[in-house]
């Protein structure tokens, strides 16, 4: 994989990283939310300190991720279910056809 070196810049610091040129664009936009979200905060609370508003942020951000993640679990086992009695009718069916032509 090809890596490239870029500069973002979080809450004002600006940080050398070095990435696969593949995960460029999604580093980038992630850097946007972050200070905007961190922009939110500092509009709606009276924090000044970026510390505190890169905290507030990552709270934000994580427990949206485990929200979506839990979610996602859920969803993929109730279609492994699915999938299952998808596989047990196909068998039966396949079963009856046999019995069918057996006949």
């Not at 939310?33 to 000044?48: R, T, V």
């Not at 994580?62 to 279609?79: C, D, G, N, P, W």
Request: charged share 30%.
């Amino acid at each position: 994989m090809s890596e490239i070196n870029i500069k973002v810049e979080v809450a004002g610091s600006v940080f050398p990283l070095k990435v696969d040129a593949k995960d460029e664009q999604n580093i980038k936009e992630a850097v946007d939310l972050i200070n905007k979200k961190i922009a939110e905060f500092e509009k709606n609370y009276a924090i000044k300190d970026k510390k505190d508003l890169l905290s507030m942020v990552m709270l934000q951000l994580v427990s949206q991720f485990y929200t979506r993640a839990s979610s996602a679990e859920k969803e993929l086992s109730h279609l492994k279910l699915l999938f299952a009695d998808v596989e047990v009718m196909l068998k039966e069916h396949q079963q009856n056809i046999k019995t069918i032509t057996e006949e």
